[in-house]
């Protein structure tokens, strides 16, 4: 009976084990793929806020905008801009032309403070 409990122990390690190091090698793959990409704008969203009051980029640069919903669901909108991501467009390619100051909300009814879901992003 001992030997079947320790057998069964030694296989539930090697078992977490593998997965320990495939989820350690999937976000190296990851982190790889996003230093290969230009600049990154980041919103990440949890009940009732972005990460962030404002975000900054640099006008005529090209760069990656992407929504990760870290806490219930969400899906936002630059105001001005023309730019959503939801659950299905999680990320765009946007060349942000004009200088200034734009609006970004949350535009998927997320709760009892969605109306104060906002953020800015500044245009340099």
Request: proline share 4%.
């Amino acid at each position: 009976m001992k030997w079947i409990m320790f057998s069964l122990f030694i296989v539930a390690c090697v078992l977490g084990a593998g997965v320990l190091f495939q989820n350690i090698s999937e976000r190296q793959a990851e982190m790889a793929s996003e230093s290969k990409a230009g600049p990154t704008l980041k919103f990440v969203a949890s009940n009732f806020q972005f990460d962030k009051p404002e975000y900054t980029v640099k006008a005529g640069e090209k760069v990656t905008v992407s929504l990760q919903n870290k806490e219930g669901l969400h899906a936002m909108e630059i105001v001005g801009l023309n730019v959503k991501l939801d659950g299905n467009t999680k990320s765009a390619d946007v060349t942000f032309d004009k200088p200034g100051t734009y609006e970004v909300h949350c535009i998927l009814p997320c709760g009892p403070g969605h109306a104060e879901m906002k953020s800015k992003l500044i245009v340099q």
